[in-house]
């Protein structure tokens, strides 16, 4: 399949490209580069000796877009092109809504233009909210506490309605929340400033890059206080997406899949994971709750498993160690020289 990639530069977009060519897919990327840079997809190259065809652009740009359309001519887009810190989105809503929102917009509008009728979708846990139950299925009731949750939410509600209408097909992965890196360490996370993830500010510790870890908050409700997440490996997330693409050219209208490995792991279990992966003592700080942030999250991925035909594969150790070797062989990222 020929299958544009907004946002093919990024963290989960790099990954899923090697995914997509080692499957034999033909691959466009459209990106910005607003948080990226095209060095990513040199790596990218290289690592699969594949062809990546690369289209500077923003995904808000109608005129950009109709010429990709036109000359790639994609049976299905992956639109992973989006901003997504959650305390930025609370002090520049309008800009979040623009490119999350506007952009999904002026994306369909392409699509349409051109004929194609399959997307597969970045969307978030983070629509979920505070927990009714857990583990979350796709049936919980959304009720996202950030903008960016918003804006997540508003496109599926988009996808959903343009899928309806055009017997389109709409594939809305709901990540977890995605960690690692590629086993060759020549992919990973590069955070253009201060991270605001927890993995990737434990390996810039590890690193010798920050002096500790703060722990944010260890009173919640939880076996040792601190908050759980439904971790999962890049490489099974970028896996999923190969999987959306299959399904997408065999079902029609708008379906969301939680995508994660169904077992929490607290701050705590992270830091220590990383301990052994790294060799190195991470010092923790005890600081207050962030403002905003859940106990805990879980998936239920069964459907994904069902319908998708999707697992998760990798543990706790290599979301670690893969973590590590990209961080220790990387320290300035994509930047670093000689690499
Ligand atoms: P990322 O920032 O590494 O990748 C996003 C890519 O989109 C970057 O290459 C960036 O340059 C590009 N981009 C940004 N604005 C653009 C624009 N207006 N036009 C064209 N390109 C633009 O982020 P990521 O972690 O790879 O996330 C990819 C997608 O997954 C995002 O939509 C994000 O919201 C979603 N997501 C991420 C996580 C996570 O924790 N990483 C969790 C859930 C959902
Ligand atoms: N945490 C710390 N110290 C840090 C960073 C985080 O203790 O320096 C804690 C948080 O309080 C939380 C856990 O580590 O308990 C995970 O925090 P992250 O910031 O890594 O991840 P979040 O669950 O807050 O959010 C992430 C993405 C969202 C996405 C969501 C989906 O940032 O974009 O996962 O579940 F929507």
Request: net charge negative; glycine share 10%; proline share 6%.
């Amino acid at each position: 399949m020929r299958v544009l990639v907004t946002g093919g530069a990024g963290y989960i977009g790099s990954h899923t490209l090697v995914e997509l060519l080692g499957q034999a897919h033909a691959v466009c990327v459209m990106d910005s580069y607003a948080n990226s840079s095209p060095v990513v997809l040199d790596r990218v190259r290289m690592l699969t000796n594949g062809t990546v065809t690369a289209v500077e652009g923003d995904v808000r740009h109608d005129d950009t877009l109709r010429r990709v359309m036109a000359d790639f001519r994609p049976e299905v887009v992956i639109h992973f092109a989006g901003l997504k810190a959650v305390g930025d989105s609370m002090s520049d809503p309008l800009g979040y809504y623009d490119v999350n929102v506007n952009g999904t917009l002026a994306l369909l509008r392409a699509m349409d233009v051109a004929g194609c009728r399959r997307i597969i979708f970045s969307s978030s846990a983070t629509v979920y909210g505070e927990p009714v139950y857990l583990p979350y299925d796709e049936a919980h009731p959304l009720n996202p506490t950030s903008v960016y949750g918003r804006t997540k939410m508003i496109a599926e509600h988009i996808l959903t309605d343009w899928a309806a209408a055009n017997g389109g097909s709409a594939v809305l992965l709901r990540y977890f929340n995605p960690v690692g890196a590629h086993a060759s360490a020549t992919l990973g996370e590069d955070p253009a400033d201060v991270p605001n993830n927890l993995m990737p500010y434990i390996a810039q510790v590890a690193v010798g890059q920050r002096s500790h870890v703060n722990v944010f908050g260890d009173d919640y409700d939880t076996p040792d206080g601190t908050g759980l997440r439904d971790y999962i490996h890049v490489v099974d997330l970028a896996r999923a997406h190969v999987a959306a693409v299959d399904y997408a050219t065999q079902r029609k209208g708008a379906r969301p899949f939680n995508i994660g490995t169904g077992q929490p792991y607290s701050v705590q279990q992270m830091v220590e994971a990383f301990r052994k992966a790294s060799g190195h003592p991470i010092p923790t700080v005890i600081a207050p709750r962030r403002a905003g942030d859940i106990a805990a999250m879980q998936a239920d991925s069964t459907r994904a498993h069902a319908e998708l035909g999707w697992r998760a594969t990798h543990t706790l150790d290599d979301m670690a160690a893969s973590t590590w070797a990209w961080q220790s062989g990387n320290p300035a990222g994509f930047r670093t020289p000689g690499r």
